[in-house]
């Protein structure tokens, strides 16, 4: 059972363009929704996250959207640069159970 | 403070042999985790340490695999008997208590020839 499916799972954007990539999740005890970015060979980085209490959060050109009753959330990436290029996970966690439960992950091309 | 950091960052070994890693979690972080991630996967969670307590093993951590962290500062996990199967990127990630955010390591990668 997946329990945080994330789409597309591969993204091609034009330099500025707005990259966004969508998760949707089961379990209604998440309740922390944070997003890395992992470039080749490197392990993730944390980008912005994410609390259900909120709607939307905004970090430069990254901001969250999210959707409790919809049970989604999604990442904008503004003005979009090729070095945006990466794979980026969403993740879920519930309370005091502190293990992560990711999505497979979207490729993102920016293309110059 | 440089971060997590994880020895080796490469590991190739035949099938059959035991392998070890090593997590130095940033200073004063006192929960480490272990995960596992194969190509085109995101990481799935193998084990949790609060301090140098193990609380929650994943039933991913077969008897073959065993993780310590004796002193609740640096980590180790090992894989006896390795498997093709074996074969992925192995992450550590540490946290402070009462904080949500995980920050991880840049992986071992193994393989399993």
């Known amino acids: 059972q997946q329990q945080v499916k994330q789409s597309p799972q591969s993204l091609i954007v034009q330099k500025g363009g707005i990259s966004i990539i969508n998760c949707a999740y089961e379990?209604?005890?998440?309740?922390?929704f944070p997003w890395y970015q992992q470039f080749p060979g490197k392990g993730p980085a944390l980008l912005i996250a994410?609390?259900?209490?909120?709607s939307e959060k905004k970090e430069g050109r990254f901001t969250i959207s999210f959707n409790k009753s919809a049970k989604q959330f999604s990442l904008h990436i503004m003005d979009s640069q090729p070095g945006d290029s990466a794979t980026y996970f969403c993740?879920?966690?519930?309370?005091?159970?502190?293990?992560?439960?990711f999505g497979k992950g979207t490729l993102l091309t920016v293309n110059p | 403070d440089t971060g997590v950091s994880q020895d080796p960052r490469h590991k190739i070994t035949k099938r059959g042999q035991n392998v070890t890693f090593r997590c130095d979690p940033i200073?004063?972080?006192?929960?480490l985790y272990w995960y596992r991630q194969t190509l085109g996967q995101g990481p799935e969670f193998l084990t949790y340490f609060q301090n140098e307590a193990q609380l929650e093993k994943s039933r991913l951590l077969s008897d073959r695999f065993s993780a310590e962290r004796p002193k609740g500062s640096f980590s180790t996990l090992e894989i006896q008997r390795t498997e093709q199967g074996d074969s992925a990127m192995y992450l550590c990630?540490?946290?402070?208590?009462?904080?949500?955010?995980?920050?991880f390591g840049p992986g071992t990668r193994l393989t399993v020839t």
């Open positions: 990630a540490s946290s402070p208590d009462n904080y949500y955010e995980q920050y």
């Open positions: 993740a879920a966690r519930k309370g005091s159970n502190y293990k992560l439960t």
């Open positions: 200073s004063e972080h006192n929960r």
């Open positions: 379990n209604t005890a998440f309740d922390y």
């Open positions: 994410i609390r259900p209490d909120v």
